[in-house]
């Protein structure tokens, strides 16, 4: 029995050739999902395919610099939620994986937004850099808008008023886009990353500011005005706009003729300018009576050219007649004030004269006597500042005339004379014989008093006679301005029908047009006629017998003239133009 079995040295000689064979383990643990970028907030499970069986593994993760460790259930981990980039590897008892990357990025987002405004060239505004994406420009402004985002984007669109625009890449995340608004209007930037996230829409505005017209205004004269004879008109004026003006222009027209258009400043790069334009009518061949409208235009430099134009106002060009007549109506004014404050100072001299001889019959004065005296001063003194003021009025006639250039020198000249004589009227004498009287009474003194008015009776008689000099003055130049007066509207009307006559042989005007200034100066030789008859009705028949002569001969005369300016009249009327040239030259 024994022998069936082998011997203890053949047993262990067995066990040692059936000794188990060495276990082969994988020396790689292949890992999905590798390397992933992913958006914040994900859930990522890392999955070990084909894991040997009955090995356990264990994961390896950091977001820092500390490393993690947790087992592996089913050969499995998930990241919850997953926050920030993540690296991480797998290792069990014989090998270890690569290591990987878990990219966590956010939904793309504009990380930086800015831009630079480039405003029009005729603003001469340099560029501004503005940071964020609202922005407030001036209507014609480029923006040159450039964005940076948080993540690597695939595609950038900027979507305004609807209309999707895909933006330049200037590198990774970075994109630029130059926009030119035509209207105040709000926009967002689109970004799809490399993940095909979207962003969320982030309204900015566009504010556009519309370039300000051109102001513009005629400072003076700031009514409608008579031309003088020297057909001069100063305009000033008044022009602004924010960023210079390319233009401002003077229009103007002739009663109802076209408009004429003068440039009378050019690229002003100036927000203000003020000027004194002198316009010179000479040249437009006006009649008395014309009206010339005009009015102010300024442009400004902007593309649109916009502008902005003045009130129309106009100039009118008065008649000698209209002239003479409104120096007499002035001049027959202060006659009448002249004479009433003559009534009033022989009132006020009478009354002094009664009191005067009441108080030398006094030794003292009482109350009574002391107002009485005081009104009169008041009186007297309100007198002396009417006086005064008609004087001055007086001067402004006399230099508005010397301005129109209407009378003559030496008229002018004896104008000047009445004005010296009426600023003479209320002179110091009179004054210091007021301040006298008041000191006296203030005083109380009887015979101060009495002293004072014999000082206040020879300064209101010489008063009372100035007055009564200057009443003659302007009664004696009436003869001259009337002579005066008869020699300009001949003179005008001379001018008048030269001009006609240029006209009629030019034909530069229709029958009508020059049959309507024919009668004008028809109507002109009625009212020279009616002037020469008040010329020689204020004739004297001695002094003036020469001169009231030869009124009366030129007076026979002006019915053979007027007769010759009718027929011409007519002949135009009736589109005779030979004929009505031969009444012209008679």
Same mark, same amino acid.
């Given at each position: 029995?024994?022998?069936?079995?082998?011997?203890?040295?053949?047993?262990?000689?067995?066990?040692?050739?059936?000794?188990?064979?060495?276990?082969?383990?994988?020396?790689?643990?292949?890992?999905?999902?590798?390397?992933?970028?992913?958006?914040?907030?994900?859930?990522?499970?890392?999955?070990?395919?084909?894991?040997?069986?009955?090995?356990?593994?264990?994961?390896?993760?950091?977001?820092?610099?500390?490393?993690?460790?947790?087992?592996?259930?089913?050969?499995?981990?998930?990241?919850?939620?997953?926050?920030?980039?993540?690296?991480?590897?797998?290792?069990?008892?014989?090998?270890?994986?690569?290591?990987?990357?878990?990219?966590?990025?956010?939904?793309?987002?504009?990380?930086?937004?800015?831009?630079?405004?480039?405003?029009?060239?005729?603003?001469?505004?340099?560029?501004?850099?503005?940071?964020?994406?609202?922005?407030?420009?001036?209507?014609?402004?480029?923006?040159?808008?450039?964005?940076?985002?948080?993540?690597?984007?695939?595609?950038?669109?900027?979507?305004?008023?609807?209309?999707?625009?895909?933006?330049?890449?200037?590198?990774?995340?970075?994109?630029?886009?130059?926009?030119?608004?035509?209207?105040?209007?709000?926009?967002?930037?689109?970004?799809?990353?490399?993940?095909?996230?979207?962003?969320?829409?982030?309204?900015?505005?566009?504010?556009?500011?519309?370039?300000?017209?051109?102001?513009?205004?005629?400072?003076?004269?700031?009514?409608?005005?008579?031309?003088?004879?020297?057909?001069?008109?100063?305009?000033?004026?008044?022009?602004?706009?924010?960023?210079?003006?390319?233009?401002?222009?003077?229009?103007?027209?002739?009663?109802?003729?076209?408009?004429?258009?003068?440039?009378?400043?050019?690229?002003?790069?100036?927000?203000?300018?003020?000027?004194?334009?002198?316009?010179?009518?000479?040249?437009?061949?006006?009649?008395?009576?014309?009206?010339?409208?005009?009015?102010?235009?300024?442009?400004?430099?902007?593309?649109?050219?916009?502008?902005?134009?003045?009130?129309?106002?106009?100039?009118?060009?008065?008649?000698?007649?209209?002239?003479?007549?409104?120096?007499?109506?002035?001049?027959?004014?202060?006659?009448?004030?002249?004479?009433?404050?003559?009534?009033?100072?022989?009132?006020?001299?009478?009354?002094?004269?009664?009191?005067?001889?009441?108080?030398?019959?006094?030794?003292?004065?009482?109350?009574?006597?002391?107002?009485?005296?005081?009104?009169?001063?008041?009186?007297?003194?309100?007198?002396?500042?009417?006086?005064?003021?008609? /004087? +001055?009025?007086? @001067?402004? !006639?006399?230099?508005? &005339?010397? =301005?129109?250039?209407?009378?003559?020198? *030496?008229?002018? #000249?004896?104008?000047?004379?009445?004005?010296?004589?009426?600023?003479?009227?209320?002179?110091?004498?009179?004054?210091?014989?007021?301040?006298?009287?008041?000191?006296?009474?203030?005083?109380?003194?009887?015979?101060?008093?009495?002293?004072?008015?014999?000082?206040?009776?020879?300064?209101?008689?010489?008063?009372?006679?100035?007055?009564?000099?200057?009443?003659?003055?302007?009664?004696?130049?009436?003869?001259?301005?009337?002579?005066?007066?008869?020699?300009?509207? /001949? +003179?005008?009307? @001379?001018? !008048?029908?030269?001009? &006609?006559? =240029?006209?009629?042989?030019?034909?530069? *005007?229709?029958? #009508?047009?020059?049959?309507?200034?024919?009668?004008?100066?028809?109507?002109?030789?009625?009212?020279?006629?009616?002037?020469?008859?008040?010329?020689?009705?204020?004739?004297?028949?001695?002094?003036?017998?020469?001169?009231?002569?030869?009124?009366?001969?030129?007076?026979?005369?002006?019915?053979?003239?007027?007769?010759?300016?009718?027929?011409?009249?007519?002949?135009?009327?009736?589109?005779?133009?030979?004929?009505?040239?031969?009444?012209?030259?008679?």
């Amino acid at each position: 029995m024994l022998s069936a079995f082998p011997s203890y040295k053949e047993a262990a000689h067995f066990f040692r050739l059936s000794s188990l064979p060495q276990i082969e383990h994988k020396s790689e643990i292949d890992l999905k999902p590798g390397n992933l970028t992913v958006v914040r907030g994900t859930d990522v499970q890392i999955i070990i395919s084909e894991p040997e069986p009955e090995v356990a593994h264990r994961i390896f993760y950091r977001q820092h610099d500390l490393w993690r460790e947790n087992a592996m259930e089913d050969n499995k981990y998930i990241f919850k939620h997953i926050e920030k980039t993540t690296e991480y590897f797998v290792e069990n008892d014989y090998t270890i994986s690569d290591t990987f990357l878990l990219e966590v990025l956010e939904l793309p987002a504009v990380k930086e937004i800015s831009g630079i405004v480039k405003f029009p060239s005729y603003t001469r505004l340099p560029d501004q850099k503005v940071e964020g994406g609202n922005f407030e420009v001036l209507a014609g402004s480029k923006i040159e808008l450039t964005i940076k985002a948080n993540n690597p984007i695939q595609i950038a669109n900027i979507v305004m008023n609807e209309e999707v625009q895909s933006m330049n890449r200037l590198g990774k995340s970075s994109f630029q886009f130059t926009l030119t608004p035509l209207e105040s209007c709000n926009y967002y930037i689109n970004l799809t990353d490399v993940l095909g996230n979207n962003s969320h829409p982030i309204q900015y505005e566009i504010k556009l500011n519309a370039d300000k017209k051109p102001e513009i205004e005629i400072v003076k004269p700031l009514a409608d005005t008579t031309l003088t004879q020297n057909m001069l008109l100063p305009i000033l004026y008044l022009a602004a706009d924010d960023f210079g003006l390319k233009e401002i222009n003077f229009y103007f027209y002739k009663n109802s003729d076209e408009k004429s258009k003068l440039t009378l400043r050019k690229k002003l790069n100036k927000s203000l300018w003020k000027e004194n334009y002198v316009w010179d009518l000479s040249n437009l061949s006006l009649f008395p009576g014309d009206v010339v409208s005009y009015f102010l235009e300024a442009i400004d430099n902007s593309s649109q050219k916009q502008n902005a134009k003045t009130s129309i106002y106009t100039a009118r060009l008065p008649s000698i007649e209209e002239i003479y007549a409104e120096v007499a109506a002035e001049e027959d004014n202060r006659k009448q004030s002249l004479q009433e404050s003559k009534k009033q100072v022989e009132g006020i001299q009478e009354e002094l004269e009664e009191k005067r001889r009441e108080l030398m019959k006094k030794d003292e004065l009482d109350w009574k006597d002391k107002q009485d005296l005081q009104q009169l001063m008041k009186e007297e003194e309100n007198l002396s500042n009417q006086v005064q003021q008609l /004087a +001055e009025n007086y @001067q402004q !006639m006399v230099d508005k &005339l010397e =301005k129109n250039q209407v009378l003559s020198a *030496e008229t002018l #000249e004896k104008m000047e004379r009445i004005s010296d004589l009426m600023k003479e009227i209320s002179d110091e004498k009179l004054q210091e014989a007021m301040d006298k009287m008041q000191k006296s009474l203030e005083n109380m003194d009887a015979e101060e008093v009495k002293a004072a008015l014999e000082d206040m009776k020879f300064s209101l008689e010489e008063f009372n006679e100035k007055i009564e000099r200057t009443l003659h003055m302007l009664e004696d130049i009436k003869k001259e301005q009337a002579l005066q007066k008869a020699s300009d509207i /001949a +003179e005008e009307m @001379q001018k !008048m029908q030269e001009e &006609l006559n =240029k006209k009629t042989s030019d034909g530069s *005007e229709n029958n #009508e047009q020059l049959a309507k200034k024919q009668k004008a100066i028809k109507k002109k030789s009625e009212a020279l006629q009616k002037q020469m008859q008040e010329a020689t009705d204020m004739m004297n028949d001695k002094k003036d017998a020469d001169m009231k002569e030869q009124l009366e001969e030129m007076l026979k005369k002006m019915d053979d003239l007027k007769k010759d300016l009718a027929e011409a009249s007519e002949n135009l009327q009736q589109n005779d133009k030979q004929k009505a040239m031969q009444n012209q030259q008679n």
